[in-house]
Nanobody, 126 residues
Framework: QVQLVGSGGGSVQAGGSLRLSCTVS????????VGWFRQAPGKKREGVSC????????FDEVSAMGRFFISTDHTKHTMFLQMTDLKPEDTAVYYC???????????????????WGQGTQVTVSS
């Protein structure tokens, strides 16, 4: 059974950086699309950034463009989200997720992802 375990959240001041990690067990991520999603209090869970590990394609939601960077390690057992220039509106619980590689109209469509990590809190103060 494939499982994801996320880590790396914390509290930072605006303008700071954090790196989130997500380790997979039970498989590697070679044939998956991986993604980071977030959910702020009172809001729906939304996509942040997604990547096809097989093809290397990356899709960033507007909120992430130029500030957040998704990647995996060379073993394809861990995925990362490097977050820079953090803003108070980035405060949320961040989730890693994965799905088997398959053609989809939107890479970061949340309802396509069926493997989820447990979430890690990111708090950005002004």
């Amino acid at each position: 059974q494939v499982q994801l375990v996320g880590s790396g959240g914390g509290s930072v001041q605006a303008g700071g950086s954090l790196r989130l990690s997500c380790t997979v067990s039970g498989s590697t991520l070679d044939y998956h699309v991986v993604g980071w999603f977030r959910q702020a209090p009172g809001k729906k869970r939304e996509g942040v950034s997604c990547m096809s590990v097989l093809r290397g394609n990356i899709f960033d939601e507007v909120s992430a463009m130029g500030r957040f960077f998704i990647s995996t390690d060379h073993t394809k057992h861990t995925m990362f989200l490097q977050m820079t220039d953090l803003k108070p509106e980035d405060t949320a619980v961040y989730y890693c997720a994965a799905r088997i590689e398959a053609t989809a109209p939107r890479m970061c469509a949340i309802d396509l992802f069926d493997i989820w990590g447990q979430g890690t809190q990111v708090t950005v103060s002004s």
